[in-house]
């Protein structure tokens, strides 16, 4: 049974920094495509944004512009854990945060929401300006 686990949201000041963790159990991390997704308040669903991938195998990660240059997202595979280093942050990246996994990705991208076959509870950030 796949389960990916966030942790580390919480409340922040703009300009600041926090760190999310996603654990995961019955799913390797490494060689498959990996993503950090977000859910803005007022939102449906339907409309959670991708904002980081990663893929160990192929050494690849990326970024939505809209955190491109604030946000890193990397994996520690002997941990089976991804994280999301979150710096300089905004008002604007206050979301749900969740963790998401797909396997048998052929290409290493951000996929669109939908298309990961996994995603966990996730981890709420809160941004104050």
């Known amino acids: 049974q796949v389960k990916l686990v966030e942790s580390g949201g919480g409340s922040g000041q703009a300009g600041g920094s926090l760190r999310l963790s996603c654990a995961a159990s019955?799913?390797?991390?490494?060689?498959?495509?990996m993503a950090w997704l977000r859910q803005a308040p007022g939102k449906e669903r339907e409309e959670v944004e991708g904002?980081?991938?990663?893929?160990?195998?192929?050494?690849?990660?990326g970024y939505a512009a809209s955190v491109k240059g604030r946000f890193t997202i990397s994996a520690d595979t002997a941990k089976n854990t991804i994280y999301l280093q979150m710096d300089k942050l905004s008002p604007d990246d206050t979301a749900l945060y969740y963790c998401?996994?797909?396997?048998?990705?052929?290409?290493?991208?951000?996929?669109?929401?939908?298309?990961?076959?996994?995603r966990g509870q996730g981890t709420q950030v809160t941004v104050s300006s």
């Open positions: 998401a996994a797909k396997s048998r990705c052929a290409v290493a991208r951000l996929y669109k929401p939908f298309e990961y076959d996994y």
């Open positions: 019955g799913f390797s991390v490494h060689n498959n495509c």
């Open positions: 904002v980081a991938g990663i893929h160990t195998g192929a050494v690849w990660t």
